[in-house]
């Protein structure tokens, strides 16, 4: 019986394999990317303004920015990276008191309060 070998089968194939190797390599390794971690919003950095953004209604796609005076970044979607869900459906509007925030959610028929020092859920009013 004779055995059949990769080489005698495919000969273009293999000639080619190691080259197509390398290159799927760099590719994947080109293709990486550095994510650069925002620093965590403090309360002694708040020096700028809330921005309320309701939203479409009915999709539950609201959230709070920050826009920071000195620096001139706005910081997007805050609720969304501190908590990992949205707030709710139509953000109506956010007020501060001491060390904590209220954001009333309109349509979700709720008021979220936030710490102010990491916009981390404190508790959810429902009524």
């Not at 005698?8 to 194939?13: D, S, Y």
């Not at 796609?61 to 920050?66: A, C, H, R, T, V």
């Not at 949205?86 to 028929?109: C, H, K, Y």
Request: charged letters at 15%; one cysteine or more.
């Amino acid at each position: 019986m004779k055995k059949f070998r990769l080489k005698t089968l495919f000969p273009a194939f293999t000639a080619v394999f190691p080259a197509f190797a390398l290159i799927t390599v760099l590719l994947l390794v080109s293709s990486c990317e550095k994510v650069v971690d925002e620093p965590p919003l403090t309360i002694n950095n708040l020096k700028g303004m809330f921005v309320v953004c309701e939203g479409v209604y009915g999709q539950a796609n609201g959230d709070i920015s920050f826009y920071d005076s000195k620096t001139g970044q706005t910081t997007k979607n805050l609720y969304y990276s501190a908590n990992g869900a949205e707030p709710g459906d139509v953000v109506q509007s956010f007020a501060i008191a001491d060390t904590l925030g209220f954001i009333v959610v309109n349509n979700s028929q709720k008021v979220t309060v936030v710490n102010m020092k990491n916009f981390k859920v404190v508790k959810h009013i429902t009524g």
